[in-house]
């Protein structure tokens, strides 16, 4: 089975346009694969560029050099280079992201907030609920919030209304930014679960987890990040 996520030699910098376009280098040379079935984590300090990594293989940041090569419909694509559109189907199909926070929609329920990637793929309504039902159920959050929005809910309900909306689809590649940062101890322990049956299904997943219990349950591998950072911290 193809490696679904090789990263070689990727290096971003930002340019301060306002700030006489000085240059900040954040990472180079980054280069490291996921396999199937494994959970790996970014690690290193405060500002070490782990977001900034994540975000390149979203797509949400522009990569300077190198390559991010996606196992996407049978095929290899470069995401470092794809156009637009392509970073837009391998998102719907091929590599789901668990931010911190939700984009809470106004008026749309939390049950539907979670159920809609899935009717978005085409599944049936009924059975998407079923999955959402599952997840939230399983998040513990009280089914009277189910029919509301959730922009009014605590940090912790949001936080857990993300994960079921992200863990609900079969993406093979899942990147996950902090998703525990506002839990409580028993719905880490539900995330951590979550996880571990990705794994088992054989998802790839990349994750950033300043929790370190939560880093120690789910890591198959740590990548230390101040690995790809040594010339800016020299500098
Ligand atoms: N959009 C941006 N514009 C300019 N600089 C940025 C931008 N995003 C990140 N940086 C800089 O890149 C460096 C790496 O930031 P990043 O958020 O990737 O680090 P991190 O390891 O995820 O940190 P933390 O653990 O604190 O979240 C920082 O010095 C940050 O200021």
Partial sequence: MPTPLVVSDV????????????????????????????CAVLGGPSGAGKSSILKMLYGNYAV???????QHENGLIDLASASPRTVLAVRRQTIGYVSQFLRTVPRVSAFDVVA?????????????????????TQLNLPERLWALPPATFSGGEQQRVNIARGFITGHPILLLDEPTASLDARNRDVVVE?????????VALLGIFHDQDVREAVADRVIDVTAFTAGRIAA
Wanted: charged share 30%; aromatic share 4%.
């Fill in 64 to 70: 300077d050099e190198g390559q991010i090569i996606v």
């Fill in 194 to 202: 979550l996880i571990a049956a990705k794994k088992a299904a054989g």
């Fill in 11 to 38: 290096a971003k910098s930002f340019t301060m346009h306002l700030r006489d376009g000085i240059r900040l280098p954040v990472v180079a040379g980054v280069s490291f694969s996921i396999r199937a079935g494994e």
């Fill in 116 to 136: 809609e990637p899935l009717v978005e793929r085409g599944e049936e309504r009924e059975a998407a609920r079923e999955k959402a039902r599952t997840l939230l």
